[in-house]
């Protein structure tokens, strides 16, 4: 390695795995994607997985500037994949201007992710409120003391904002005005499986008017 301010230089170019731990056929593949995404989600929980219901969104603004951020999916059903966030945010204000959005689930010890490009509408008044009363009081507390994405003089300024959270709410906490959540509706749903050589196995579920189809891509 080189040396650049005392410090050896990263080769990052040099850093390689070769996934060798399954593949993926055509016979593999469930019925429709949600099948397919609950029995892989189901290994990722069997493997011990940290976190496997983390996932990227991605938006983009309307300068066409793409945005990416880690939340938590905390549902999944035939109609889509459910996450729950503060709509002031970014990447509420984003999704309001264009609903079009992308998910990604990186589960690298499986060597597999699984992609999901689709349309977000926000979720019933009732099933943010019934979410966030599931949440613990801290979680909940700290939704009122954070406007997400908005600029802060300090960390301070948020101690002070959560600490009047508290008094405001000795008892119940409501849903703040601007918490809540969205579905996301697949058009595409792509498995990834790692192979030897960059050989990857890549299947999509693409929607159609008459249910789903299945292709397979080029790694």
Excluded: I
């Excluded at 429709?32 to 011990?48: K, N």
């Excluded at 939704?143 to 908005?150: E, K, L, N, R, V």
């Excluded at 003089?153 to 405001?168: I, K, N, P, Q, T």
């Amino acid at each position: 390695m080189e040396q650049r301010d005392g410090q050896e230089r990263l080769e990052l170019a040099s850093l390689r795995e070769d996934y060798s731990r399954a593949g993926l056929e055509e016979g593999d593949l469930a019925p429709d994607p949600f099948a397919m995404f609950d029995r892989w989600m189901r290994e990722a929980l069997g493997a011990g997985l940290y976190e496997p219901n983390a996932m990227v969104v991605a938006t983009v603004d309307p300068d066409g500037q793409p945005a990416a951020r880690m939340v938590l999916l905390k549902g999944v059903s035939p109609d889509g994949f459910v996450f729950f966030t503060n709509t002031g945010s970014r990447k509420g204000a984003e999704l309001a201007a264009n609903p079009r959005c992308g998910l990604l689930f990186p589960w690298h010890p499986l060597e597999r992710q699984v992609r999901v490009d689709g349309m977000a509408e926000p979720l019933p008044e009732e099933a943010v409120a019934a979410y966030f009363a599931s949440r613990p009081r801290a979680s909940r507390l700290g939704a009122w003391a954070s406007h997400q994405s908005s600029v802060v003089r300090g960390r301070d300024e948020l101690v002070a904002a959560y600490a009047a959270a508290e008094s405001r709410f000795p008892d119940e906490v409501p849903v703040p005005d601007e918490w809540g959540g969205y579905l996301v509706r697949p058009e595409a749903v792509e498995f990834w499986q790692g192979r030897p050589g960059r050989m990857h196995d890549r299947l999509v579920y693409r929607r159609t008017d008459h249910g789903w189809r299945t292709e397979r891509l080029a790694p």
